[in-house]
Structure formats: structure tokens, C-alpha cells
């Protein structure tokens, strides 16, 4: 399709076809990132360094013990397993909106809709929650270090404005400065990893324990340890959105999420049992149930390589989750921008810059979104860890792992009514239904053990709230999406279905040009 030439149009916008058919069609920038960027966004998300001090202690303390790298092992098969399925639609659908386009097409348009305003609802409170755990590590870092103590939300307030900064440019800006903090977080990590491997280990030498599959189910409380250890990739899938700004979308996006989910899992297996095997099997536990569960990394660091080391690492806790968060925020915009390019919410947040290319009307809603989050739990005298971190994680956590259970049974649907030369018992069928169930199994953990992961938050009013914010979301969606069928068929008609156009339908035919594939809306049967 080529570009619209309509004088005082926008460059990347398609004309509509018929009044009141579809809205006007703002494209991203093509090309912007390649498989590197994108690697690099989806596992700035996870937040490795982010995920491993917040996650790891807890599991080691209250949850499968000295089993949680075998916890990781588990959790890491079971992901593996669900972006076989996800991998396969992203090699036929490709769209800003993943979780909302691919369910769309699999489950039908309103469980599409609902779904995506879960998966909207997810990233966007994921961003104000990890403001809270920037501002946390960086007022305690910068007092401890330099003896400056300002409130926290002066640090916040910082991320929230660089964040927005970033955002307003090409996605490549922002990938490369992701690049740098990721690189940074992951080098600290695996130092002390690997000064603890070449050592010899601590007062147990290496154990093999941890990282015996059967362990990952025994301890205080397996299924809160095996939860922590899902929770510790959330984010991965954020591949998928950046297909259409991505080079050949239909090979980078499948490898990028392979590589960041296998990854990360091996990166967490790895990282954990040293970190156990440092402290020793009985002093890991007395570290992690202790005031200062952080000491489970700084002893080992300090130990195998330096105090330095120790200093390093809190100054790397603030760069990776501030990475984190600027990654969930390009996540949130391209939600809204996705969903607002069909015409709903406002169509404005469709819109993407002349020159940049990128969804600036959607990143300025989601820095507005995010401040009045922030700032509502700061007018309220929250802890920026206990509460604003805490909660809007639980929040985003149980809403997206209801998507991606979604996602899973979606690919089944898909390929049972459409492109049956892909059809494959095992990446079809099998691997999604599999997923599916995997993804279900951990639903069920959060639940369980959602109070226990809330700690002193879980007797808030917001804690109690979080269930019925769910469910309000996923049926306000159904409604929505049941209305639009009813009342406005013309715009159900599109829920979902303005896709990459190069990236859609394509099977074996040879390459477009890597010049700038149109987005357009497709009915797919």
C-alpha cells in the first residue's frame, strides 16, 4: 500500500476508505530498532537486577528456600513452552497492541477488547509502581553515599520528567540508552556470580540442591517462592509491540522473544545459585528473612570481590529500574496508541510525531496517568516501596498474567480457523494449551499468595480493591466490546485489526522493501 500523498495529511497516515469506516491510520516509525533494541526493552522490563533483589530473598526466605533457583528453572520451562505458541502469531500478526491484537484474532473481537484494556490497565500502573521503587533505592542510595536526604518524591518526580523526555523521541533513543543501564546491571550481576563460581563457593562449596528440579516445590511455601519467580520476567512479552517499528518484524520479533525469555531464565538460574552457594545453603535463608534482605547480594560482593562492588551495586539498582520504568512506559504508550488508532478511548492517541515517528500523544497521557498515580499515593503519605511499588505491581502483575493465559488459548483459536499450511501439533496446539494451562497454575499462585507478596500493604483499602479493579476492567471491556457489536458495527468490525500490513499475511513470498510497510486495518476470518 503506498504512503498517502492527501495534501496537509499526516506522512505516515492512511486515509479513511468510507465515512465512518475506520480512523485515520498514523503509522510508527519504521525500521527505528533492530533485534538488539528490542531484546534489550523486553529485558529492561524484567529489570534482571530489579527482579533478582526484590524477588530472590523473599522466595529464599518464606518461599521454596534454597530450591528457588530450581524455581526459576521451572518457571523458565513453562515460558519457554508459552512463546512457542506466542512466537507463532507474532510470525503472522504484527501490531503495537500485541496481547490485544492477537486475542482479537484468536478468542474473537470482544474478548479482544477486554483483554486489552486488562493488558492497558497492566502497563500503565506497572510505570508509576516502579517510580516508587526508584524513588525508594535512589533518596535511601544518595543519602547512605553522599548524606543528601530529600524526599523521595523529588526522585520520582525526575524519572517521571526524563522518562517523558525520552518517550517523545524515536524508540531507538530510548533502546540505546536502555542498552547502556541493561549492560551495566547485567555486568554487576554476573561479576559476583561468577567471583563466587571461580572461588569455589562459600562455607558449602557449590551445592547442587538449588538447582534440583524436585526443590522447586518444597520449602515454607513453594508456590510463593515458584510466584516470585514467574513475577521475575513480567515484561518479557513486550517484544511483540515493537514489531512495527522494528526491521523484518516476522524474524525479529520470534527471536527476540526466545532470547529474552531463555535468556533472562538461564541469567536467573545462574545469578541465584551463586548467590545462594556464596552465602552457604543455612546462611542464605538467615540473610533473606533478615531486616536486611539485601545483604543476601551485598555479602557475597563484598566477600568475592570488594566493598566497591557493594557501592556499585546500589547505584546499578537505581539505573535498572529506572530502565525498567521508561521501558514500561514506551509499553503503555503503545497500548493506548493501538487502541486509540481504532477510534476508541480518544482517537487522538493514535497520532504519532511528524518527524519522530513516535506515539507522542499516547507517551504525553501515559507521563499525566503516571504522575497522578504518584502523586496520589504521595498526597497521601504512602511508602514509595511498601505501598506505591507494592501495590500497583500486585495490580498490573494479576491483570497481565490474565492476558497472557488469554494469549496462550488465542493461538489455539487462530490457527484452528485460519492458515492451516502453519498448523503444527506441537507450536499450534500443544505448546499454547500447555502455556495456557502453565499460565492459569500461576494466576492461581498470585492469588494464593497475594497477601503474603503485599506484606505490610496488604491491610490497605487499595490491596483489598485490587480484584474488583481487575474484574471492573475485564467487564468493562466485554461491555464495551458487546455495545460496539450491537449499536456500532462498523467500529467492531476493526477491533483489533489494524495491523502491519507487510507482516500479516505474508507466508513464503519474498520480501517487501525494508522502506516504511503500511499499517492498515484487515477483517481476517
Not at 378 to 398: E, F, R, S, V
Request: proline share 6%.
Amino acid at each position: 500500500m503506498a504512503e498517502n500523498s492527501t495534501p496537509g495529511s499526516h506522512p505516515g497516515s492512511i486515509p479513511r476508505s468510507a465515512p465512518g469506516s475506520t480512523p485515520e491510520v498514523h503509522r510508527l516509525k519504521a525500521n527505528s530498532v533492530g533485534i538488539v533494541g528490542v531484546v534489550f526493552m523486553a529485558v529492561a522490563t524484567a529489570a534482571p537486577i530489579t527482579a533478582m533483589t526484590g524477588n530472590l530473598p523473599i522466595a529464599v526466605g518464606f518461599g521454596n528456600g534454597t530450591g528457588a533457583p530450581a524455581g526459576y528453572l521451572f518457571a523458565t520451562l513453562v515460558l519457554t513452552v508459552f512463546s512457542v505458541g506466542y512466537v507463532a502469531m507474532a510470525k503472522r500478526i504484527t501490531a503495537a497492541g500485541a496481547f490485544y491484537g492477537y486475542i482479537s484474532h484468536g478468542l474473537g473481537r470482544i474478548a479482544g477488547m477486554a483483554s486489552g484494556m486488562l493488558a492497558v490497565l497492566a502497563y500503565i500502573v506497572f510505570e508509576a509502581s516502579i517510580v516508587g521503587v526508584f524513588a525508594y533505592f535512589t533518596k535511601t542510595t544518595v543519602a547512605d553515599q553522599l548524606g543528601v536526604d530529600l524526599p523521595w518524591i523529588v526522585y520520582a518526580a525526575a524519572m517521571l520528567a526524563v522518562t517523558g523526555v525520552l518517550a517523545h523521541f524515536d524508540i531507538n533513543l530510548t533502546a540505546k540508552a536502555l542498552g547502556v543501564m541493561l549492560i551495566a546491571e547485567i555486568a554487576v550481576l554476573f561479576a559476583v556470580a561468577t567471583a563466587v563460581l571461580i572461588a569455589g563457593g562459600g562455607p558449602d562449596g557449590i551445592p547442587v540442591e538449588p538447582i534440583n528440579p524436585k526443590n522447586a516445590f518444597t520449602g515454607a511455601s513453594a508456590g510463593l517462592g515458584l510466584f516470585f519467580a514467574f513475577w521475575s520476567w513480567v515484561g518479557f512479552e513486550s517484544t511483540a509491540m515493537y514489531g512495527e517499528e522494528s526491521r523484518d518484524p516476522k524474524r525479529v520479533i520470534p527471536r527476540a522473544t526466545l532470547i529474552s525469555v531463555v535468556g533472562v531464565g538461564l541469567f536467573y538460574i545462574y545469578v541465584s545459585w551463586m548467590t545462594i552457594a556464596g552465602n552457604g545453603l543455612a546462611g542464605s535463608v538467615k540473610l533473606s528473612s533478615s531486616a536486611t534482605p539485601l545483604d543476601l547480594f551485598f555479602a557475597p560482593a563484598q566477600s568475592f570481590i570488594g566493598a566497591w562492588a557493594v557501592d556499585a551495586f546500589q547505584w546499578l539498582l537505581l539505573t535498572g529500574s529506572f530502565a525498567c520504568g521508561m521501558a514500561f512506559h514506551q509499553c503503555a504508550a503503545r497500548y493506548l496508541y493501538a487502541i486509540g488508532r481504532e477510534g476508541f478511548l480518544h482517537p487522538a492517541l493514535g497520532r504519532t510525531h511528524p518527524r519522530h515517528g513516535s506515539p507522542y500523544i499516547a507517551s504525553y497521557v501515559q507521563s499525566a496517568i503516571a504522575v497522578l498515580l504518584v502523586g496520589a499515593f504521595w498526597l497521601t503519605g504512602q511508602d514509595p516501596y511498601i505501598h506505591l511499588y507494592t501495590l500497583l505491581a500486585i495490580l498490573g502483575t494479576m491483570a497481565i498474567l490474565i492476558v497472557q493465559t488469554l494469549c496462550s488459548f488465542a493461538v489455539i483459536g487462530y490457527f484452528r480457523k485460519n492458515h492451516p499450511e502453519d498448523r503444527h501439533w506441537f507450536k499450534t496446539l500443544t505448546a499454547p494449551l500447555l502455556g495456557g494451562i502453565g499460565m492459569t497454575a500461576v494466576v492461581v499462585l498470585l492469588i494464593v499468595n497475594m497477601e503474603t507478596a503485599a506484606g505490610l500493604a496488604a491491610d490497605s483499602l487499595f490491596f483489598k480493591a485490587i480484584p474488583w479493579i481487575v474484574a471492573t476492567v475485564f467487564l468493562g471491556g466485554l461491555g464495551l466490546g458487546l455495545h460496539l457489536k450491537a449499536r456500532r458495527p462498523e467500529r467492531y468490525e476493526i477491533i483489533g485489526r489494524i495491523v502491519l500490513e507487510d507482516a500479516t499475511e505474508r507466508t513464503d513470498e519474498p520480501e517487501q522493501p525494508a522502506t516504511a510497510p503500511a499499517v492498515s486495518p484487515i477483517s481476517q476470518s
